[in-house]
């Protein structure tokens, strides 16, 4: 199972950011697969910002959870991040992380299978 992180590498303050994980080797709707987006920022280190289940059902961390938005494309076997309102506190490497049952550890290493992360940086 492959999971591979894109998205734009800087982004403005006070826009919004969508992150793509585009999964191979497994279907996103497996039983019982949870698909998660963990960061690593220089301030805060690992936080685990939220997931996806198999079946469509989205957890966040309260940290994320009001600017936060996990979504998917069964067809193209992908899942997005999108936040918005970015402040440069933002400004980490994104994971796409997942493992067969439901978990918040903030560490990839944690999980199953997960991917090479993207940067994002947030700047004017």
């Known amino acids: 199972v492959q999971l591979q992180e894109s998205g734009p590498f800087l982004v403005k303050p006070s826009q919004t950011l969508t992150l793509t994980c585009t999964v191979s080797?497994?279907?996103?709707?497996?039983?019982?697969?949870?698909w998660n987006w963990i960061r690593q920022s220089p301030g805060k280190g690992f936080e685990w910002m939220g997931a996806?289940?198999?079946?469509?059902?989205?957890y966040y961390s309260p940290s994320f959870n009001s600017r936060t938005t996990i979504s998917r494309d069964n067809a193209k076997n992908t899942v997005y991040l999108q936040m918005n309102s970015l402040k440069p506190e933002d400004t980490a490497v994104y994971y796409c992380?997942?493992?067969?049952?439901?978990?918040?550890?903030?560490?990839?290493?944690?999980?199953?299978?997960w991917g090479q992360g993207t940067q994002v940086t947030v700047s004017a």
């Open positions: 992380a997942a493992d067969g049952r439901f978990g918040v550890s903030p560490h990839t290493s944690d999980y199953k299978y």
């Open positions: 080797g497994e279907s996103i709707e497996t039983k019982y697969y949870f």
């Open positions: 996806i289940a198999y079946s469509g059902s989205t």
